[in-house]
């Protein structure tokens, strides 16, 4: 199992690698000048020459990518050109919402997908299955920025019961902190809860079926112990998969859900980050997601070699 | 006899005690307006808070709270001695000679004198787009005694005063310590010590500046208008959210986390009209719609061309597409508007409001236009901008003229049409508020802005605008700018389309709130 | 084909229902001109944020344009732009998934790499590509393809891999068939049936997406409708036109959902464990 995760965590090296390069040529090909954004509609010629060199964008290209990497790999991400601060702190600082958000809309996502998806498969070609199956199927049909759009309007703006949008962190808010997370949990939920209930009722038809469940039924074990020890637990691998690949799709969510709901996360950051060319933040943003995604499929295949020990060790 | 006098007495008495009570009521209701923090939401964040070292106008929106100049203008744009005491201008327009108030303190408890105004004024000559146009025509600023400056000039430069106050972008010159210039150079500087009602208190890039009441706040004897004259500092605290979404803002007053929201969808004023905490603040037009020309590109550096597109524009039905609601926009086609000294009433007069599709195709064909498609260049982040270009590209099209848009985020557009060729039409929001002709934002001389325009005509502008530079009196001056005008009309190098109005809004328990050009906070108080 | 044949047999009310949907809406973009006689994108600002009338069955916009008008070209759009993704798609990831899984020397750079590149959730990477190439109907496409491609990839490489060792393949190679002709005539063939299913899926992802994107500001260019431009334009007037986000939104979930449907449906049909499922329970019954 050691040698397992070290091979593992040895292959994340490359991938990061990749991810850095493409995330530092993609971030130097955009259009659109850091500099003049900077200094404004009128700015002249020599103040913008003054502020390239001052910002050391003056350099060859791949002179600045070696010492940016050089720099990465020591944790220095440089400096945001409009943060006035250093953007690993920026980062870490801008982490607590949206790692609120994406583990409130998770936890939502996965209870009430789970339970959708069990609902579902018990009550196969039921009134209960279609509906499960319809309402998943609405989960990953809908725009998550237009539902966003529909909550802010109905519950905040008509209802008033949430904020429409904004955010007071949890050191100064307490627990109020969340009335602003709860429609952009629930818009990002949306969508997971759907792809989770699917993904659910499927292995667990698939489970059901199986010879062993057979037997369990044969031997006269309860419906329920049948459904919830045998079914479930080994139906739980695919579903976990489908959990941890599409954390990455929650994350991107987030850069769009926080966009709308203007809170302050990661997310917005990014988004903020590419319309005025804060070149250093979209690196780093783009590198965290990049890296949040393979730990998180680390996880996922480890619990898969934890829970099924056919392929443990190789 | 004696009764009457006791009757005196107590009617004096009562008199007295009665007129003791109402003081009191008057100083304690003026009393009361003090306090609170009143939490502002603004719509663009800005990269730091030096305003010699941007263009970025909001900038000096907000530390206008912080820092002062040596003049303001006030309500009706009269230039008016700030920090300065008085001031002489010698008879050839070269020598100007500003004395200082005495006894205003500076944030670090000194006292403002010469020295700070000289450093200060020493950087904005630097790196302040207003200074660099000053420069080249100046000589040199002298001490005479602690509160007394010289200014000296090479040349005769008519709008010096004009643009020390200018509110345009970040034109405006203000007085920092001096200690403070020192230590940060030409640097951006993020420790701010000025004279303002207001100190600097903290600042999270993206989200929030707080201001703090200066206690020891020195303020003008002249009377509070706009800008200029008594400032009183009556809120303890001020925040600036920077709240990128108008809805959010529009939520943010509506429920009372904010008590004024800038910049609100103009098409929601009927709902805040009907909401009794709301006040609408209708900012007269201090905005024109500007269609700027790639002047070095065919088919616009023919002067045919340019002309033919304001014949080609139905501008009332822009001013619906661009704005909307009428109230808020109104079609003027001099640079200054109506009130302003230098407006000028029958500026573009045969052209301007023309819709003259058939003529603007003859001018199109004299131009020799070849039927390349237009390219018009616009940002995403503006409305006036987006849907304006939207709008002309429709109209165009409608009398068969091939137009490409190209709409894209700040930083591309910016990048592009600083380039001399690629695009044709460009739209700008201008400040219309200009106490100067001389210092309008783009200024279109030779190669001047973004314009690209350099020919017989751009040297014939230059020469007007020289002229005008030198000329001191103020009558002269204006025929001038009559002649600019008409030149201006005539060659098109770029012109504006219709003047509009911002909305803000604020909470109805903000009281005595001013809408000016820049929304600002002193004079104000919360209920 | 097989696909028809299979049909045939299971007749599923999945594949049924959404191709019904798609065709109405196939019918409604391309019929659109004679459905309407607005220009969807003639300006009438003078008329501008009409409620929905006899007129204008969904009202007007901020320019006086008709809504109705704009969905039905804006389906056209959204719908042009998910098959020309799916399209690319199928083919990069075609060429690069057989590449990897006919080709064991090249498969482990070429995993890395598509490792790396999912690593990005899709949107950003085509946030990214559609900021630098700038807005525009092609540009859009070609970024979503990019996003969407690894995968593709992917699911044809272990595809391939499954095939290829099969013995009538090895018999085929034995008897000194080309590789062209064996990836041809035996792979893709065979691997036809996920490659479906997954295109289905990228469609109306790329639906999704392409909508994001013009919320985002980098989709496709104005004044060309786009159910998602109209989303994000109509999100200024929400609260006086709220016509002006509701009915494009609606068309957006109409086109994604009656896709995932289909989907789901070639799924069941295709996928050869999941039919084994079927039976076996119809035997039990």
Same mark, same amino acid.
């Given at each position: 199992?050691r040698?397992?995760i070290i091979?593992?965590?040895?292959?994340?090296?490359?991938i990061i690698?990749?991810v850095?390069v493409i995330a530092f040529?993609?971030?130097?090909?955009m259009?659109g000048?850091?500099?003049?954004v900077?200094?404004?509609?009128?700015?002249t010629? =020599?103040?913008?020459?003054?502020?390239?060199?001052s910002?050391?964008?003056?350099?060859?290209?791949?002179?600045?990518?070696f010492?940016?990497?050089?720099?990465i790999?020591k944790g220095?991400?440089g400096?945001?050109l409009?943060?006035?601060?250093?953007?690993?702190?920026?980062?870490?600082?801008?982490?607590?919402?949206t790692?609120?958000i994406?583990?409130?809309a998770?936890?939502?996502?996965?209870?009430?997908?789970l339970?959708l998806?069990?609902?579902a498969?018990?009550?196969?070609?039921k009134?209960?299955?279609?509906?499960s199956?319809?309402?998943?199927?609405?989960?990953i049909?809908?725009? =998550?920025?237009?539902l966003?759009?529909m909550?802010?309007?109905v519950? =905040?703006?008509?209802?008033?019961?949430f904020?429409?949008?904004?955010?007071e962190?949890?050191?100064?808010?307490?627990?109020?902190?969340?009335?602003?997370?709860?429609l952009?949990?629930?818009?990002?939920?949306?969508?997971?809860?759907?792809?989770?209930?699917?993904?659910?009722?499927s292995a667990?038809l698939d489970?059901?079926k199986?010879?062993?469940i057979?037997?369990?039924?044969s031997?006269?074990l309860?419906r329920?112990?049948?459904?919830?020890?045998h079914?479930?637990?080994?139906?739980?691998?695919?579903v976990?998969?489908?959990?941890?690949?599409n954390?990455?799709?929650?994350?991107?969510g987030?850069?769009?859900?926080?966009?709308?709901?203007?809170?302050p996360?990661?997310?917005?950051?990014?988004?903020?980050?590419?319309?005025?060319r804060?070149?250093?933040?979209i690196?780093?943003s783009?590198?965290?997601v990049?890296?949040?995604y393979?730990?998180?499929?680390l996880?996922?295949d480890?619990?898969y070699?934890?829970?099924?020990?056919?392929?443990?060790y190789? | 006899m004696?009764?009457?006098i006791k009757i005196?007495?107590?009617?004096?008495?009562?008199?007295?005690?009665?007129s003791?009570?109402?003081?009191?009521?008057?100083l304690?209701?003026?009393?009361d307006?003090?306090?609170g923090t009143?939490?502002a939401?603004f719509q663009m964040s800005v990269a730091?808070?030096d305003s010699?070292?941007?263009t970025?106008?909001?900038?000096?929106?907000?530390?206008n709270?912080?820092?002062?100049?040596?003049f303001e203008?006030?309500?009706?744009?009269?230039l008016?001695p700030?920090l300065?005491?008085?001031?002489?201008?010698?008879?050839?327009?070269?020598?100007?000679?500003?004395?200082?108030?005495?006894?205003?303190?500076?944030?670090?408890?000194q006292?403002?004198?010469?020295?700070?105004?000289i450093?200060?004024?020493r950087?904005?000559?630097e790196?302040n787009n207003?200074g660099?146009l000053?420069a080249?025509y100046f000589?040199?600023v002298?001490k005479?005694d602690?509160?007394n400056?010289r200014?000296?000039?090479?040349?005769?430069?008519a709008p010096?005063?004009n643009?020390l106050?200018?509110?345009?972008s970040?034109?405006?010159?203000?007085v920092?310590?001096?200690?403070?210039v020192?230590?940060?150079?030409?640097?951006?500087?993020?420790r701010?010590v000025?004279?303002g009602?207001?100190k600097?208190?903290?600042?999270?890039?993206d989200?929030?500046?707080?201001l703090?009441?200066?206690e020891d706040?020195?303020p003008?004897?002249?009377?509070?208008?706009?800008?200029?004259?008594?400032?009183t500092?009556y809120l303890?605290?001020?925040?600036?959210?920077?709240?990128?979404d108008a809805?959010v803002?529009? &939520?943010?007053v509506?429920?009372?986390?904010?008590?004024?929201?800038?910049?609100?969808?103009?098409d929601?004023?009927?709902l805040?009209e009907?909401?009794?905490n709301?006040?609408?603040?209708?900012?007269?037009?201090?905005?024109?719609?500007?269609l700027?020309?790639?002047?070095?590109?065919?088919p616009?550096d023919?002067?045919?061309?340019?002309q033919a597109?304001a014949y080609?524009?139905?501008?009332?039905?822009?001013?619906?597409a661009?704005i909307?609601d009428?109230?808020?926009?109104?079609?003027e086609?001099?640079?200054?508007?109506? *009130?302003?000294p230098?407006h000028?009433?029958?500026?573009g007069? *045969?052209i301007?409001?023309v819709?003259d599709?058939?003529?603007?195709k003859e001018?199109?064909d004299?131009a020799?236009?070849d *039927?390349?498609?237009?390219?018009?260049?616009s940002?995403q982040?503006n409305?006036?901008?987006?849907q304006?270009?939207?709008a002309?590209?429709?109209?165009l099209?409608?009398i *068969?003229?091939?137009v490409?848009?190209?709409?894209f985020?700040?930083p591309?557009?910016?990048?592009?049409? &600083?380039?001399k060729?690629?695009?044709?039409?460009?739209? &700008?929001?201008?400040?219309?508020?200009?106490?100067d002709p001389?210092?309008?934002?783009?200024w279109?001389g030779?190669?001047?802005?973004?314009?690209?325009?350099?020919?017989e005509?751009?040297?014939?502008?230059?020469?007007?605008?020289?002229?005008?530079?030198?000329?001191v009196d103020?009558?002269k001056?204006?025929?001038?700018?009559e002649?600019?005008?008409?030149?201006l009309?005539?060659s098109v190098?770029?012109?504006n389309?219709?003047?509009?109005?911002r909305?803000?809004?604020?909470?109805?328990?903000l009281?005595d709130?001013?809408?000016s050009?820049?929304?600002?906070?002193?004079?104000t108080?919360?209920? | 084909? $097989?696909?028809?044949? #299979?049909y045939?047999?299971?007749?599923?009310?999945?594949?049924?229902t959404?191709?019904?949907?798609l065709?109405?809406l196939?019918?409604?973009?391309?019929?659109a001109?004679? $459905?309407?006689d607005?220009n969807p994108?003639?300006n009438?600002?003078?008329?501008?944020l009409?409620?929905?009338?006899?007129e204008?069955?969904?009202g007007?916009d901020?320019?006086?344009r008709?809504v109705f008008t704009r969905?039905?070209?804006?389906?056209r759009t959204?719908m042009?732009v998910?098959?020309?993704?799916?399209i690319?798609?199928v083919?990069?990831?075609?060429?690069?998934?057989?590449?990897?899984g006919y080709y064991?020397?090249l498969?482990?750079?070429? +995993?890395?790499?598509?490792?790396?590149m999912m690593a990005f959730?899709?949107?950003i990477i085509a946030i990214? $590509?559609a900021?630098?190439w700038?807005?525009?109907?092609l540009?859009?496409?070609l970024?979503?393809s990019f996003?969407?491609f690894?995968?593709?990839?992917?699911?044809?490489r272990?595809?391939?891999i499954?095939i290829k060792?099969?013995d009538?393949?090895?018999?085929?190679?034995?008897?000194?068939?080309k590789?062209?002709?064996i990836?041809? #005539?035996?792979? $893709?063939?065979?691997?036809?049936?996920?490659i +479906?299913v997954?295109a289905?899926?990228?469609?109306?992802?790329?639906?999704?997406?392409?909508?994001?994107?013009?919320f985002?500001?980098?989709?496709?260019?104005p004044?060309?409708?786009?159910l998602?431009?109209m989303?994000t334009d109509?999100?200024?007037?929400?609260?006086?036109a709220?016509?002006?986000?509701?009915?494009?939104?609606?068309?957006i979930?109409?086109?994604v959902l009656s896709l995932?449907l289909?989907?789901d449906?070639?799924r069941?049909?295709?996928?050869?464990?999941l #039919?084994?499922?079927l #039976?076996n329970?119809?035997?039990k019954?």
């Amino acid at each position: 199992m050691r040698n397992y995760i070290i091979k593992r965590l040895l292959l994340l090296v490359p991938i990061i690698l990749i991810v850095a390069v493409i995330a530092f040529f993609i971030t130097n090909l955009m259009p659109g000048d850091p500099v003049r954004v900077i200094l404004g509609n009128m700015a002249t010629e =020599s103040e913008v020459a003054r502020l390239e060199q001052s910002l050391g964008l003056d350099q060859p290209l791949i002179m600045r990518f070696f010492r940016w990497l050089a720099n990465i790999i020591k944790g220095d991400f440089g400096e945001s050109l409009y943060l006035n601060a250093p953007v690993s702190e920026v980062l870490f600082e801008r982490l607590r919402p949206t790692l609120f958000i994406a583990v409130m809309a998770e936890v939502m996502g996965i209870t009430s997908g789970l339970l959708l998806g069990i609902l579902a498969a018990v009550n196969h070609r039921k009134v209960l299955d279609q509906f499960s199956i319809t309402l998943s199927l609405f989960g990953i049909s809908i725009p =998550s920025f237009w539902l966003a759009l529909m909550l802010m309007f109905v519950f =905040s703006v008509n209802l008033g019961w949430f904020p429409v949008s904004g955010y007071e962190p949890f050191t100064e808010a307490g627990f109020g902190s969340f009335r602003y997370l709860i429609l952009p949990a629930v818009t990002l939920a949306f969508m997971q809860a759907g792809l989770i209930a699917r993904m659910t009722r499927s292995a667990m038809l698939d489970t059901l079926k199986q010879d062993y469940i057979r037997t369990a039924k044969s031997k006269g074990l309860s419906r329920k112990i049948i459904v919830f020890k045998h079914a479930l637990k080994n139906s739980m691998l695919p579903v976990i998969t489908v959990i941890g690949h599409n954390f990455a799709v929650l994350l991107g969510g987030t850069w769009i859900v926080e966009t709308i709901f203007v809170i302050p996360g990661t997310g917005f950051m990014a988004i903020n980050a590419i319309m005025r060319r804060d070149i250093p933040v979209i690196q780093a943003s783009i590198i965290f997601v990049a890296v949040i995604y393979v730990i998180i499929n680390l996880f996922v295949d480890l619990s898969y070699a934890f829970l099924n020990p056919k392929i443990r060790y190789h | 006899m004696r009764k009457e006098i006791k009757i005196t007495a107590v009617v004096v008495l009562v008199a007295l005690v009665f007129s003791l009570l109402l003081t009191a009521n008057v100083l304690a209701q003026e009393e009361d307006r003090y306090g609170g923090t009143l939490n502002a939401a603004f719509q663009m964040s800005v990269a730091h808070l030096d305003s010699d070292n941007s263009t970025d106008s909001l900038i000096t929106a907000m530390m206008n709270h912080v820092y002062e100049g040596l003049f303001e203008f006030d309500e009706n744009l009269n230039l008016t001695p700030h920090l300065a005491e008085s001031y002489q201008v010698g008879e050839d327009g070269l020598v100007y000679e500003v004395k200082l108030r005495e006894n205003v303190k500076l944030h670090n408890g000194q006292t403002m004198d010469a020295d700070d105004v000289i450093a200060s004024f020493r950087r904005w000559l630097e790196l302040n787009n207003g200074g660099q146009l000053v420069a080249p025509y100046f000589d040199q600023v002298e001490k005479i005694d602690q509160f007394n400056i010289r200014f000296k000039f090479a040349e005769a430069y008519a709008p010096f005063l004009n643009i020390l106050a200018s509110p345009v972008s970040n034109q405006k010159f203000v007085v920092r310590a001096e200690e403070v210039v020192d230590e940060f150079g030409t640097d951006v500087i993020d420790r701010h010590v000025g004279t303002g009602p207001y100190k600097y208190e903290e600042w999270v890039p993206d989200q929030k500046l707080v201001l703090t009441r200066f206690e020891d706040y020195t303020p003008s004897s002249r009377e509070a208008s706009f800008f200029a004259g008594k400032r009183t500092a009556y809120l303890d605290e001020i925040v600036f959210n920077f709240i990128p979404d108008a809805q959010v803002r529009v &939520s943010g007053v509506q429920t009372g986390q904010f008590h004024f929201a800038e910049e609100v969808p103009r098409d929601q004023y009927p709902l805040f009209e009907a909401n009794q905490n709301i006040d609408n603040v209708i900012i007269y037009p201090d905005r024109m719609s500007m269609l700027i020309y790639n002047n070095a590109e065919a088919p616009f550096d023919n002067k045919y061309a340019r002309q033919a597109i304001a014949y080609a524009l139905d501008f009332e039905e822009l001013g619906y597409a661009m704005i909307g609601d009428p109230q808020f926009w109104r079609l003027e086609s001099a640079l200054h508007e109506e *009130g302003n000294p230098w407006h000028v009433p029958d500026a573009g007069e *045969g052209i301007y409001g023309v819709y003259d599709p058939e003529k603007a195709k003859e001018l199109l064909d004299q131009a020799g236009y070849d *039927g390349d498609p237009i390219v018009i260049l616009s940002g995403q982040d503006n409305q006036m901008e987006r849907q304006g270009a939207i709008a002309i590209q429709d109209q165009l099209e409608e009398i *068969g003229i091939d137009v490409e848009l190209q709409l894209f985020d700040r930083p591309t557009v910016v990048e592009r049409r &600083s380039k001399k060729e690629g695009w044709h039409i460009h739209l &700008s929001p201008f400040i219309k508020i200009v106490p100067d002709p001389q210092i309008h934002q783009g200024w279109t001389g030779t190669n001047k802005w973004i314009s690209n325009w350099d020919s017989e005509e751009s040297r014939e502008m230059d020469q007007i605008f020289a002229e005008m530079l030198r000329e001191v009196d103020q009558e002269k001056r204006y025929e001038i700018m009559e002649r600019m005008q008409s030149k201006l009309w005539d060659s098109v190098p770029y012109f504006n389309i219709l003047d509009y109005s911002r909305l803000h809004i604020k909470r109805a328990e903000l009281k005595d709130f001013k809408g000016s050009w820049q929304p600002f906070f002193w004079n104000t108080y919360l209920e | 084909m $097989l696909f028809l044949k #299979k049909y045939k047999k299971y007749e599923h009310p999945y594949i049924t229902t959404s191709i019904i949907i798609l065709i109405l809406l196939a019918f409604l973009s391309l019929f659109a001109p004679v $459905l309407t006689d607005y220009n969807p994108v003639r300006n009438d600002a003078r008329n501008r944020l009409q409620a929905p009338s006899r007129e204008h069955l969904l009202g007007t916009d901020q320019f006086g344009r008709d809504v109705f008008t704009r969905i039905l070209y804006g389906i056209r759009t959204s719908m042009g732009v998910g098959l020309a993704v799916v399209i690319l798609t199928v083919i990069f990831g075609g060429v690069v998934g057989i590449a990897a899984g006919y080709y064991p020397q090249l498969d482990k750079i070429v +995993m890395r790499i598509l490792d790396a590149m999912m690593a990005f959730p899709g949107i950003i990477i085509a946030i990214s $590509l559609a900021a630098i190439w700038g807005a525009g109907k092609l540009n859009i496409i070609l970024a979503l393809s990019f996003a969407y491609f690894p995968k593709m990839a992917r699911i044809v490489r272990s595809a391939v891999i499954s095939i290829k060792d099969l013995d009538y393949v090895d018999s085929a190679r034995a008897v000194g068939a080309k590789d062209s002709r064996i990836i041809f #005539k035996y792979i $893709l063939k065979n691997s036809a049936s996920p490659i +479906m299913v997954q295109a289905t899926f990228n469609f109306a992802l790329a639906i999704l997406d392409e909508a994001a994107l013009s919320f985002l500001g980098v989709g496709i260019m104005p004044p060309a409708p786009s159910l998602g431009a109209m989303v994000t334009d109509a999100r200024t007037y929400m609260v006086v036109a709220p016509w002006l986000i509701l009915a494009p939104g609606i068309m957006i979930v109409l086109a994604v959902l009656s896709l995932n449907l289909l989907g789901d449906g070639l799924r069941d049909l295709l996928d050869p464990h999941l #039919k084994n499922t079927l #039976k076996n329970r119809e035997v039990k019954k």
